[in-house]
């Protein structure tokens, strides 16, 4: 029911319970192409379904957890979430999907890195320590070497 449907329907009811006149719920069904059952529930006080629910959230009591790990650099949502699963059970946290909601909603988000281009932090090493090799040879011995 459109409100200006409501609100003549509910002057109506005013009127006649105003004047103790019983109410022809067939008649007004008719009137507003409605069934004649919504009509008297209407009638005794139903006043539609609420817009929004206010029912919490099952991570309401992991959002401290959850802000403390995505304070964290080079952190990630995802990350946060296996933490979760992990730590307490995929029955408790949910779908990785309403977790991704419940963040959006909430406005939480990974923090920044501090590091300028948004790369990693080097690592630094000691000269000979570590090597890098892009791909391996065998000689003819069988034996592999760094090229």
Not at 16 to 29: G, H, Q, R, S, V
Not at 99 to 121: E, H, I, M, V
Request: charged residues 35%; hydrophobic residues 20%; contains cysteine.
């Amino acid at each position: 029911m459109d409100e200006s449907q409501k609100a003549s329907l509910q002057a109506e009811f005013r009127i006649m319970d105003y004047t103790n006149t019983k109410p022809n719920y067939a008649e007004l069904a008719r009137k507003y192409n409605k069934d004649y059952r919504t009509i008297k529930k209407y009638h005794e006080g139903y006043e539609g379904k609420p817009r929004t629910r206010s029912k919490p959230s099952r991570l309401d009591i992991y959002r401290e957890v959850i802000e403390e790990k995505l304070s964290i650099p080079r952190t990630t949502r995802k990350g946060v979430y296996e933490f979760l699963v992990d730590r307490y059970g995929i029955e408790k946290v949910g779908s990785y999907s309403n977790f991704k909601a419940y963040c959006k909603k909430n406005s939480l988000s990974p923090a920044k890195s501090n590091t300028p281009g948004g790369g990693s932090t080097r690592y630094e090493t000691e000269p000979a320590d570590m090597a890098q090799c892009d791909w391996l040879c065998k000689d003819s011995h069988n034996q592999s070497y760094a090229k």
